[in-house]
DNA sequence: CGTGTTTGACCAGCGC
DNA sequence: GCGCTGGTCAAACACG
């Protein structure tokens, strides 16, 4: 898996700009290319996507980088300097001596200062982006204080009018107010549903369910589900489509699993029409009564290609491990109701979603809402070849936390690290924007920043994507993967 | 014995 | 209404 995306998969601030400079030693400086050896050989490993940092899963594997990040530093800079001072030959490092080495070393000063302050902009940057999280918090408060001060007066208005009705027809008008009244409160309580956390909503569509679902073990988010209560259709649809967001990834691995960190029960296998490889159904054993549940199939057309799709939001703190993922499809899955919801007010649809999320990843990150429900597709089956033609140059990676393609890095874990989620390591290079000369990864973060602030598109995706997951943040107990 | 997997049965939605 | 399909349940089974 990793040969074939050719990813750095340590979450360190170290990013490795250099590994694409021209005469760059890689096996000396232990740095993992972008392109790595593309497609060497067919995929025969468990992919890891979130495992930890320190496991590094894809790194172990080959063109390993074994060392702590400290060792790294030192790579880099060794990556600099003997790029062009050893490639000939290994053995006439000595012809230069010392003015070779002074230079080196006070290369290796210059660049270790840079990397104290990157990471010192990066806190700074942590802190604006955790404020203006904060700042957005509390004008959607006070957006929802407004919002029930507009219904309450409609309501009033509404009843005036009625009275008067009432008053000239002297008939039973009355009757339809003491209805009314009741559906705009619950117009207003929808609202905040919307934004709200799926899980309550989840919760909150599974009290009203009946049948066999009894035990939390057995709730179900079964998209087959009428079960509800008729107490607004409205509601049932905005409860519907937070119960079936699916957030689907497909990436090669021959193992039967992906690997995310968390814990599954297997509850279920089908055979799938049109697909010979049955389908697996697994839900989340963390907790008693986690409403996530995934899928697990091969690909019908290439079978070492596995589909995972994800659904529901954990109730439950989870492991790093476990954060990165669940953080993700939580996030798309946020990304792409929010996109859907009447409460979006518009703001954004699927495509728009699409587009602006994954503006370089058209063909890697889909967002389907003509499909039964509304899916975030992450194809991590391409080549890292085929990533750079979509991307600008890939002077920098990104420092993905978790063994996951940049893409999905950076278009949905964009949408999490925004949300407040405690992520390890900071992110992005924002695709469409202008690659800074000499990248690095403070001038990634600012250019993030600059986009946040100058991009009207994609400042509304995110204040969408962090509506709803600070939604979430506020009615939720410990979970939704963001315990900070 | 506890936990997880397998697998046939059951249920609900959907299309005809 | 009927059959197909997807999703889930739960008893039986396997395993440590």
């Known amino acids: 898996m990793d040969r074939g995306w050719g990813l750095t998969l340590d979450s360190s601030d170290q990013v490795e700009f250099f590994a694409n400079k021209p ?3 890689r096996r000396r400086s232990g740095l993992v290319m972008f392109p790595s050896r593309v497609e060497e050989t067919p995929e025969h490993r468990e992919v890891d996507f979130f495992a930890e940092k320190t496991k590094k899963p894809f790194v172990k594997n080959e063109d390993s980088n074994p060392e702590p990040s400290a060792a790294r530093d030192f790579d880099v800079n060794i990556g600099l300097q003997l790029v062009t001072a050893n490639t000939g030959s290994d053995q006439s490092a000595v012809d230069d001596g010392e003015g070779e080495d002074k230079r080196a070393k006070s290369e290796l000063a210059r660049l270790q200062a840079e990397l104290e302050r990157m990471n010192v902009e990066n806190q700074r940057l942590r802190g604006m982006l955790s404020q203006v999280s904060s700042n957005h918090a509390s004008l959607k408060m006070h957006l929802v204080t407004m919002m029930q001060q507009k219904a309450s007066t409609q309501e009033q208005e509404i009843a005036d009018r009625k009275c008067e009705d009432e008053r000239k027809d002297n008939g039973g008008g009355a009757r339809q107010f003491l209805e009314l009244v009741p559906e705009q409160s619950n117009s207003v309580s929808e609202e905040r549903t919307v934004s709200g956390s799926p899980q309550n909503n989840l919760d909150a569509t599974r009290s009203k369910r009946t049948g066999r679902e009894e035990s939390p073990e057995s709730e179900s988010w079964a998209p087959g589900s009428k079960r509800l209560n008729p107490t607004n259709a409205n509601q049932q649809s905005i409860e519907a489509t937070m119960r079936k967001a699916r957030v689907s990834v497909r990436a090669r691995s021959e193992a039967p699993m992906i690997s995310d960190g968390c814990q599954w029960r297997k509850y279920g296998q089908k055979m799938a029409k049109g697909n010979p490889c049955p389908r697996a159904y697994y839900r989340c054993t963390m907790a008693v009564g986690c409403p996530v549940r995934k899928q697990v199939q091969r690909c019908a057309e290439d079978r070492s290609i596995l589909i995972t799709t994800y659904e529901g939001t954990h109730n ?41 999320i994954l503006p370089c990843s058209s063909n890697m990150a889909t967002i389907s809402a003509s499909a039964p429900f509304p899916t975030v597709t992450l194809d991590l ?10 991307r600008p140059p890939p002077h920098f990676q990104v420092p993905f936390p978790v063994s996951a393609p940049p893409v999905f890095g950076q278009a949905l874990y964009n949408q999490s690290k925004f949300s407040g989620l405690q992520m390890p390591k900071p992110v992005n290079d924002a695709p469409q924007l202008p690659a800074p000369a000499q990248p690095s990864f403070t001038d990634t973060l600012s250019a993030a920043t600059a986009a946040i602030t100058a991009d009207p598109n994609f400042t509304a ?24």
């Open 23 to 25: 005469g760059f030693d």
């Open 316 to 356: 439950h703190p989870l492991p790093p491990a476990a954060m990165a993922m669940a953080s993700t499809t939580s996030a798309a899955a946020s990304m792409l109701l929010s996109g859907s919801m009447p409460s979006a007010d518009g703001l954004m649809n699927p495509n728009f979603l699409a587009r602006t």
């Open 381 to 390: 089956t391409q080549s890292p070849n085929a990533l750079q033609y979509q």
């Open 461 to 484: 995706a995110l204040a969408a994507a962090i509506s709803s997951i600070m939604a979430n943040n506020g009615n939720h107990t410990p979970n939704n993967n963001n315990n900070s």
